[in-house]
């Protein structure tokens, strides 16, 4: 041992790394300068973030929030910094805000779709945190007809007999198929249900309660329907509707009936392969020509059809992809399991293939609500209609920067969440071990 | 003698419809058929008796008729005079045009920030990155509509231009005018040019195309041909002796002298945009329309893209890369050879769909004004002549094939690279 010179008897102490790779300097040197390239790129970056920044934000903050037309606004700008150009108006939008928003909802009746959308927020509670009490869920199931009733008024009790018939079609369902089947029952049910939306419901709410116990909200016609509301209220309809459809469509066409696969393909792939405004136009031209004659419905509620439609074709798809990526033995094991059709799917098939397809069914909700924007074009009021309005009134006239910004923001804000929203769905489902 | 025989042959009950497995799915499909069926019925009906009450039954002799309306933006001659099947192949033309233009830029820039957003630079990731959530999360109709007014507004008139002390300038070395009515790029001209040939004859499909421009395009393919039997014929050289002859001089050589040839002997020259009177003359004019839902279009798609691009780098296993390293290639070769080919499969699927929402939503046109389909047969002769039926009919017709082209092209190109499994 002897011909070692030197043996360490002690351990020495912990030495803090060296200055370049910790700390501020250290995550510097690892993501901005970690070559040349890199540095080049870095100050490429800090010089257009700068160029964009010294544009935008004297735009957004050395601003006017009180004027009564551009022309005042544009007087106030130059008197404060001496140009005209390169600040914002923001006066217009908070001139303008409410009909942004309203359209032109009565004023006075603001609190029935405040109302709707805090009611909107409490039913979804369940459906998107498992923390939320679960009795809830009765009112997210009553509240697809609270909706319409508080949005366009009316008699309560035609919604009331509405939301009877599917009851009634429930309690068919519940009690008659231990006797005549499943499949005898849901057809029982059906006809039951249409039996009492036309003939029984009317005669017995409508007009025997109702004539007695008149609980009615003020109507509102749709052509005060407006703003960021429209667009919000056909969003949610088509989302709300698109997703059974799209998971109905996309089991047909998986199916092994003939028939109801070749229905399905073509629906689908029709719907796939035309854009949503020539849907739109048939909204507004020829629905009320398929229709018998007389008929004249609404045009929001056609609109929504013709939306709901339209994603429900998208989202079958989305969960076509979901069910396609299932292993077969899933479906074998649910078989051997003795598992009916409907069994596996609910307890089996569905939850997974859903799991998988949240990024896209996301997705697609978040394609759905932008593309509302589209039925400003067959003439509706919603934001951007709303825009071209203001833009036509005197006082604003030549407007565009500030508006197209708000507008702009309140999508952002809704859509941006949904996406944030699917992310951590994701991350609280993602059960495999990685 | 038979110990094992059949289970008597049940007769047929009519509750087997509705408890036999067997004969339930018939049972479901003749209902869903009937119900199918009777409500197709319902809504053709109705649709005849509804027209027979309007008085306008279902005809397509108004595409015969004249138009009376102008296009501006066009690529084959129109006038008012020609019919409505004229103005509308204008439209599609115009349709194609703008996809076309599109889904180029789209890819480019998608490509280019989808890489972006992976780079190691911080400061790029978040700027490719803020740019991403904020196209994706914002209506295209919006974008389009911005983009618009960004033109009108923030372009000069083409009276700036004007006289000693102009407050404006033509870009790119004196070519380009950028100005409020649209952009005026030079136009190839051909001094002894071979003229056109045109097709279709009188018909509302006519078009000539320029013999000058095919002329150049088959000498381009001969080149590039050629070119490819010299890389050929080095691999061949390689193959038997070890040594590649060096090629590069040869394949520039041929693959550009002869269209520079057939270039100076057709008198190929650039006509540029001159201002005469109040408006800019010569060279080729682009609309503010086209140019907004073109660049709309792009930004916007280009995002999604840029998401695929990711996504399709992101989903080769670190293992790939780094058992290519362990065979001794470099970078780019890893890149080219064992990343590229296995991204894109992953990519090009949700790439084609991507330009096919691309060219369903060049239908927006219309908000900004462009003369596509959608403006043409949707929209004026929609107007005119009051035929809804007929014409969305055929927008759709017209939109359909269009899609199925695309995804038929999109379902060749997946069986092509599909994995072989055993």
């Known amino acids: ?434 | 003698m038979a110990t094992l025989t059949d289970p008597d042959k049940e007769s047929f009950k009519l509750s087997m419809l509705l408890y036999d497995t067997r004969y339930r799915s018939m049972t479901i499909q003749v209902i869903a058929l009937i119900g199918f069926v009777s409500i197709v019925f319902w809504l053709i009906s109705n649709t005849i008796t509804n027209l027979n009450n309007l008085g306008k039954p279902v005809e397509f002799g108004f595409l015969f008729e004249s138009s009376s309306y102008d296009i501006n933006q066009r690529l084959v001659e129109y006038n008012s005079r020609d019919s409505h099947l004229r103005a509308s192949f204008v439209g599609v033309l115009n349709t194609l045009v703008v996809a076309f233009l599109g889904c180029i830029t789209a890819t480019i820039i998608g490509v280019f920030v989808g890489v972006a957003r992976l780079s190691k630079n911080w400061l790029v990731a978040r700027i490719m990155t803020v740019y991403v959530e904020a196209f994706r999360n914002v209506p295209v109709l919006l974008w389009i509509v911005l983009a618009m007014a960004i033109l009108i507004e923030g372009l000069p008139a083409p009276k700036a231009f004007r006289g000693e002390n102009a407050t404006a300038s033509l870009e790119v070395f004196d070519s380009v005018a950028l100005t409020n009515r649209g952009v005026y790029v030079p136009e190839p001209l051909f001094s002894n040019g071979i003229g056109d040939v045109a097709l279709f004859g009188q018909s509302s499909l006519r078009f000539s195309v320029s013999l000058d421009l095919i002329l150049i395009v088959a000498v381009l393919i001969a080149s590039f041909s050629v070119s490819g039997w010299i890389k050929r014929r080095a691999n061949r050289i390689q193959d038997s002796t070890g040594d590649r002859p060096t090629t590069w001089h040869l394949r520039l050589g041929v693959t550009i002298l002869p269209v520079a040839l057939v270039l100076w002997m057709l008198g190929f020259h650039l006509g540029y945009p001159e201002l005469k009177g109040f408006n800019f003359k010569g060279g080729t004019h682009l609309r503010n329309s086209l140019i907004a839902l073109w660049l709309a279009l792009s930004l916007y798609t280009a995002a999604f893209i840029a998401e695929i691009v990711r996504g399709g780098i992101l989903a080769i296993s670190r293992g790939q890369t780094e058992a290519a390293a362990s065979l001794g290639l470099r970078p780019n070769r890893i890149m080219n050879l064992v990343v590229l080919p296995q991204a894109l499969r992953v990519i090009i699927p949700p790439l084609i769909s991507n330009y096919l929402n691309l060219t369903k939503n060049s239908s927006l046109a219309i908000a900004v004004g462009y003369m596509d389909v959608t403006g043409t047969l949707g929209g004026i002769t929609l107007n005119q002549t009051g035929r809804e039926l007929e014409c969305i009919l055929l927008l759709m017709l017209v939109y359909l094939t269009i899609s199925l082209s695309i995804s038929g092209v999109m379902n060749w190109y997946n069986n092509s690279v599909k994995l072989v499994e055993r």
């Open chain 1, 1 to 434: 041992m002897s011909d070692q010179a030197f043996v360490r008897s002690e351990i020495i102490e912990e030495q803090t790394p060296p200055l370049t790779a910790f700390g501020l300097v250290g995550w510097l040197k690892s993501n901005l300068f970690s070559n040349w390239f890199n540095a080049i790129l870095t100050f490429i970056s800090l010089y257009f973030i700068w160029y964009v920044l010294s544009g935008v934000l004297p735009w957004i903050f050395l601003s006017v929030w009180n004027a009564g037309s551009l022309s005042e606004c544009r007087e106030i700008a130059t008197a404060t910094w001496g140009d005209s150009h390169g600040h914002a108006c923001w006066a217009v939008i908070k001139d303008r805000w409410i009909q942004l928003l309203f359209g032109f909802y009565p004023s006075e009746l603001y609190w029935r779709p405040i109302l709707a959308f805090v009611l909107l927020l409490i039913s979804l509670a369940p459906v998107l945190y498992t923390s939320v009490p679960k009795k809830i869920f009765y009112l997210t199931a009553v509240y697809p007809f609270i909706l319409p009733w508080l949005m366009w008024g009316g008699s309560v009790w035609a919604y009331v007999s509405a939301l009877l018939g599917f009851v009634l079609g429930y309690a068919i369902v519940r009690y008659t198929s231990e006797i005549v089947g499943q499949l005898g029952a849901v057809i029982l049910s059906v006809i039951g249900a249409i039996v009492w939306w036309l003939y029984i419901g009317p005669l017995l709410l409508s007009q025997g309660v109702g004539a007695i116990l008149p609980l009615a909200l003020e109507p509102v016609i749709s052509r005060d329907f407006g703003g960021f509301m429209l667009a919000l209220l056909i969003g949610v309809v088509a989302i709300g509707c698109s997703l059974p459809i799209g998971i109905v469509l996309a089991l047909g066409r998986q199916s092994d009936l003939l028939i109801l696969k070749t229905i399905s393909v073509w629906f689908i792939e029709f719907i796939r392969g035309v854009p949503l405004i020539t849907l739109l136009f048939v909204a507004s031209t020829l629905l009320n020509i398929f229709m018998p004659p007389g008929t004249n419905f609404d045009i929001i509620l056609r609109v929504m059809i013709m939306v709901t439609l339209f994603a429900s074709a998208y989202m079958a798809e989305v969960i076509r992809g979901g069910l396609a990526a299932l292993p077969r033995g899933q479906f074998e094991g649910a078989d051997s399991l003795g598992l009916n059709y409907w069994q596996s799917q609910r307890l089996i098939i569905m939850p997974q293939a859903l799991k998988i397809s949240i990024p896209g069914i996301v997705s697609t909700f978040i394609g759905v609500f932008k593309d509302t924007t589209l039925v400003s074009i067959i003439g509706l009021m919603d934001p951007l209609g709303l825009s071209q309005g203001i833009r036509a009134n005197a006082e604003w006239n030549g407007i565009y920067w500030e508006l197209f910004a708000f507008i702009a923001f309140l999508f952002f804000i809704v859509c941006f969440s949904m996406s944030r929203y699917s992310m951590y769905l994701e991350r609280k489902l993602q059960t495999d071990n990685r």
